[in-house]
């Protein structure tokens, strides 16, 4: 079966720092990958989905980047965080499919200082 | 731009009482549907899914949903309530014109009070 990680659970970083958090997929292979973001009352937005390595859209511009380099990888980073980018990050995959779910990792809180 | 709208931000039932959530969406082309759960501490988990056929789709734990096209619509429900259905619930769509991006609604806090 295939199952989703994500790390760290918690992170605080200092406002100017960078920052790095990675979702690996493991039992399946050239899945979709997505990067959300969870604002309270507001529900996820999508920042970066990839449908392969190398390959990253970015759906909001912002502070942050996402990488692919390995095909269960992603990875979410900044050089240089802001306080406004506080919040929970949520990695998810799918099939490479038209019609399929997502299915989601347990998420990292994030806290900048 | 596209968008899903929740119209109940926080929902206080009584155990046994029914539920019916509201979701509508905004976007004229062929979309699959999404309910998507998270109970308190765990991940977000796929409640049920509407992509083509039967407009009445049934999930899991006794969760149902009717996609409505002619309004825009779909809607979860389910008949009796239970303590355990405390979580806050997530209407989401995807385009079948782009990679199956999800957009999703600003979520409901439902609470089932013993």
């Known amino acids: 079966s295939q199952t989703i990680h994500q790390w760290p659970a918690t992170l605080v970083q200092p406002v100017g720092s960078p920052l790095s958090l990675e979702c690996t997929v493991e039992?399946?292979?050239?899945?979709?990958l997505y990067w959300y973001r969870q604002a309270a009352g507001r529900g996820l937005q999508l920042l970066f989905y990839?449908?392969?390595?190398?390959?990253i859209s970015s759906e909001v511009p912002q502070n942050l980047s996402a990488s692919r380099p390995q095909d269960r990888q992603f990875i979410l980073s900044s050089k240089k965080l802001l306080l406004s980018d506080s919040g929970f990050y949520l990695c998810?995959?799918?099939?490479?499919?038209?019609?399929?779910?997502?299915?989601f990792g347990p998420g990292t809180r994030l806290t900048v200082t | 731009a596209q968008s899903v709208s929740q119209h109940n931000h926080h929902v206080i039932l009584s155990e046994a009482a029914s539920l019916e959530l509201g979701c509508n969406y905004s976007y004229g082309g062929t979309v699959n549907l999404f309910w998507y759960v998270q109970y308190p501490g765990q991940h977000l988990q796929l409640l049920l899914k509407y992509f083509s056929g039967d407009p009445l789709v049934k999930g899991i734990k006794g969760f149902e949903a009717e996609f409505i096209k002619s309004k825009f619509s779909f809607n979860l429900r389910k008949p009796s309530v239970q303590w355990s259905d405390t979580a806050e619930y997530f209407c989401?769509?995807?385009?079948?014109?782009?990679?199956?991006?999800?957009?999703f609604g600003a979520g409901t806090r439902l609470a089932v009070h013993p």
């Open positions: 998810a995959w799918s099939p490479n499919l038209d019609r399929a779910e997502q299915y």
């Open positions: 039992g399946t292979s050239n899945p979709n």
């Open positions: 989401a769509v995807t385009l079948l014109a782009g990679y199956n991006k999800l957009i």
């Open positions: 990839s449908v392969g390595i190398g390959q």
